[in-house]
């Protein structure tokens, strides 16, 4: 093996995987664990050894490894010490070595370089342009996006007509916001100095801005992170001033956008099409609930300009987190609006967990596939369907249609948070833009949509990746004997992890001093990070490379899976194909490339990563052709014939694991569905449609507020659940349609327990609350009320 930079070399290495055994020779450089298989002996009399058709050498990149057990044996024992290795494009391995000491120092040099590097500057990303390939280098893969240029793709510059739409250089040295991009798309009426102000009352500065402006209705999809109302009940006139812009920045509709779509009257792009094979074009059961729950609370938006024919503009503000997740914010200065104060908008809840219940499920999924190397039986199906995998995966889609519909179809304006605005945020602007906009449905326009909703917004690649790996991945098995189970996955059924966090839930709610809760980590509450606990404008980001394992969620991962799901149903509406989306998340960990390095714009921009790296979109572009899905359309529109209208929407009975992802054949883990898989998912006979719980949770206005409840499935919602007055008492919903009073209801218990911890009163004993506030985003004597429908 020629390679200059290997450090270590180890012949006759026996190697498992899938079930097979090869004899290779084990190379480990600076940067990779090289994998090349022996020639096969001769046969002598009988067969030749089983090898496998894989000849070439196989790379593992040191980041990509997830976790590696040791098993030494002594010698007298006549046993093999082995490691075993799980790596994060779920692929599994199990090394034999002939001597302890041999497959110790190979342990020993793989954590060196996986969890022992210490330096972001250390990873491959930094050396690999000097061996990169020519066809490589003839693409900067850094000029692909644009900020600017987007933008004005988009209908909004500084030189083009007045769309409603400005860019705010505010934070063009990120001293305002420095996870924010250094372009802000802000309503032209808004100020910078109401910018500043405004800045105050969001989490890390993080206002809300512009991500989308759809080119038919001028409708729009901004982001933010969630306000800092606390129990005291805060509020930002500035801040609602800025929202309210957001609500009604809209140029007139006119005759001159270019398209047969923008006439005055309602645009064909408007009508639904589901496709569905009995009742083409209509809504499904949970899309009907969520959209009378949404219609029967919202405020109609009554103004003097100029409105596409037949829209009733009724603008959302979605709160990405369960209602009880949102209410806990509270204690620690946090929380969600106060819609007596946004009464131009209704707020929805959708339900989505935090990254620690996702990290989780895709531990649990790993638990039935791990065993892969070592065995060619099929995976654990009971396991695989007790991941909710699949229903994490349904409730992005499901969240994202609805806010797809909104601006699409309902032609109102929508503003998407979560705790941040960096995780579940990003992963439902980007899926609600692919459902709306052709354009990125393109090789092009997809990259663009990651440069700009996850790179530029600030997705948090280094934390929620952990490139630099951890000791704790790193296990030696010394009493692993002859018929011991090793077990790679870690924890076995998590129960471990469940009850450290539920101590640690603990420790945040008695925590007896307002100062210590300025220091919550994410470990504690599952929506906010130890480093991004409530900032206001001026506070200094940490940029610690230490990976922390509660920091690690495969986000990104969901958003490709909910793309290739969408790619799954609408085969000829997508420029690239399935091994893109397959390539890009074995990138994401590889660090090969400088685009996922680090945290936000920002500190890519202070390490230099755009002169000292290359770009992973060099990569795809350079080989276009082997990314390029055949079927694709050509992406032609036509509102008129079905199949080429501009929206698109996810079928939720459709979704499917993404079976090569996994490694998986699809009938291993998408074959006929047995009785444990029914008990979990549902049987497809009986249509998941129907079964399918909705995302939304709770719906919220200054009139009304109702949570949806935890029993059956998808319900009608009555009207007189909806129409009582501000005054009055807010109402529970069962899924089954049935009105709970305000006792009752499947967070009763639990919001009895928080009222128990007097989390609502200062260290003096008096109560914190503010006045007459009727909303999850206050507390206090007087908003008892409403903080019962949250818990609800």
């Known amino acids: 093996m020629a390679e200059k930079t290997k450090v270590l070399e180890i012949k006759d290495v026996q190697l498992l995987a899938k079930g097979a055994v090869t004899e290779i020779t084990l190379y480990l450089d600076q940067h990779h664990i090289i994998l090349e298989e022996n020639a096969p002996p001769a046969a002598q009399g009988g067969h030749p050894r089983r090898t496998s058709p894989q000849r070439r050498p196989f790379w593992i990149a040191y980041p990509l490894v997830s976790f590696c057990t040791f098993r030494p044996t002594p010698p007298t024992s006549g046993l093999l010490s082995s490691i075993r290795l799980r790596c994060r494009d779920f692929t599994f391995f199990t090394f034999n070595f002939r001597e302890e000491k041999q497959a110790r120092e190979v342990f020993e040099t793989i954590r060196a370089k996986s969890c022992r590097v210490g330096s972001i500057e250390k990873l491959h990303a930094f050396t690999y342009p000097a061996k990169a390939p020519t066809f490589e280098k003839e693409i900067n893969g850094w000029e692909i996006y644009d900020a600017k240029a987007e933008w004005k793709r988009q209908g909004i510059s500084d030189k083009g007509a007045d769309r409603g739409w400005r860019i705010s250089k505010i934070n063009l040295d990120y001293g305002f916001s420095p996870t924010y991009p250094a372009l802000l798309p802000v309503p032209s009426s808004i100020s910078d100095n109401t910018l500043n102000y405004a800045g105050?009352?969001?989490?890390?500065?993080?206002?809300?801005?512009?991500?989308?402006?759809?080119?038919?209705?001028?409708?729009?999809?901004?982001?933010?992170?969630?306000?800092?109302?606390?129990?005291?009940?805060?509020?930002?006139?500035?801040d609602e001033k800025l929202v309210s812009a957001c609500f009604s920045a809209c140029a007139p509709i006119d005759g001159d956008l270019g398209s047969s779509t923008t006439s005055r009257a309602s645009p064909a792009s408007s009508q639904i099409d589901l496709d569905l094979p009995s009742t083409e074009g209509e809504l499904s059961e949970t899309e009907r609930l969520e959209d009378e729950m949404l219609s029967s609370s919202n405020i109609e938006i009554v103004s003097d300009k100029a409105h596409v024919y037949g829209a009733q503009q009724h603008n959302l503000i979605v709160d990405a987190r369960p209602t009880v997740n949102a209410l806990a914010m509270q204690a620690v200065g946090l929380g969600s609006e106060n819609m007596d104060h946004y009464k131009f908008a209704t707020k929805a809840y959708l339900g989505i967990d935090n990254i620690h219940v996702m990290r989780e499920s895709l531990n649990k999924v790993i638990e039935a596939i791990k065993d892969s190397d070592i065995s060619s039986l099929p995976l654990n199906r009971e396991l695989l369907a007790k991941s909710n995998w699949l229903k994490h995966i349904t409730g992005l889609l499901d969240g994202s249609a609805l806010i797809a519909r909104q601006v699409g179809i309902q032609h109102s304006h929508v503003l998407i948070h979560c705790s941040d605005g960096w995780d579940r945020t990003s992963q439902l602007s980007a899926l609600a833009q692919l459902l709306l906009d052709p354009y990125f449905r393109t090789i092009d326009g997809f990259i663009v949509l990651v440069e700009k909703d996850w790179l530029s917004f600030g997705h948090m690649f280094q934390h929620r990746n952990g490139y630099l790996g951890s000791e704790k991945w790193f296990k030696i098995q010394n009493d692993a004997l002859a018929g011991s189970a090793i077990q790679p996955g870690g924890n076995g059924d998590g129960r471990g992890d469940a009850i450290e966090n539920a101590l640690l839930s603990a420790k945040r709610f008695f925590n007896k001093s307002n100062a210590s809760q300025d220091t919550v980590s994410e470990s504690e509450n599952g929506d906010t990070t130890a480093e991004d606990s409530p900032k206001v404008k001026g506070s200094k980001t940490s940029n610690s490379a230490e990976t922390k394992p509660n920091d690690i969620s495969p986000v990104f991962h969901q958003f490709l899976d909910a793309t290739y799901q969408l790619l799954r149903q609408f085969p000829t509406r997508f420029e690239f194909n399935e091994r893109f989306l397959r390539r890009l998340l074995y990138h994401l960990y590889s660090c090969q490339y400088g685009t996922f390095l680090y945290n936000n714009e920002k500190s890519r921009k202070d390490a230099g990563v755009q002169e000292r790296t290359h770009s992973v979109w060099a990569y795809f572009l350079s080989q276009r052709a082997g990314f390029t899905n055949p079927d694709y359309d050509g992406g032609k529109i036509d509102d008129h014939v079905k199949g080429k209208e501009r929206l698109i929407f996810p079928r939720l009975d459709k979704v499917r694991w993404w079976h090569e992802v996994f490694g998986r054949k699809d009938e291993e883990m998408n074959g006929p569905y047995n009785a444990v898989t029914e008990r979990y998912l549902g049987s497809p006979s009986s249509s998941n449609l129907s079964t399918h719980k909705t995302v939304l949770t709770g719906v919220e206005s200054a009139?009304?507020?109702?949570?949806?409840?935890?029993?059956?499935?998808?319900?009608?919602?009555?009207?007189?659940?909806?129409?009582?007055?501000?005054?009055?008492?807010?109402?529970?919903?069962?899924?089954?349609?049935?009105?709970?009073n305000?006792?009752?209801?499947?967070?009763?218990?639990?919001?009895?327990?928080?009222?128990?911890l007097g989390i609502g009163r200062s260290v003096s004993g008096r109560d914190t609350g503010g006045s007459g506030s009727r909303s999850p985003a206050n507390g206090g004597a007087k908003a008892k009320r409403p903080m019962e429908v949250e818990m609800q």
Request: hydrophobic share 25%; aromatic share 4%; proline share 7%.
């Open 742 to 756: 305000g006792d009752s209801g499947p967070f009763a218990t639990l919001r009895d327990g928080i009222a128990g």
């Open 703 to 740: 009139h009304s507020a109702l949570t949806i409840g935890e029993v059956g499935g998808p319900g009608r919602v009555s009207g007189d659940s909806l129409t009582g007055s501000g005054s009055g008492p807010k109402r529970h919903v069962s899924s089954s349609g049935s009105i709970l």
């Open 200 to 238: 105050r009352y969001r989490s890390r500065v993080r206002i809300p801005v512009l991500t989308y402006l759809h080119p038919v209705n001028n409708c729009s999809i901004t982001r933010s992170s969630q306000p800092m109302a606390g129990l005291r009940g805060n509020r930002s006139i500035q």
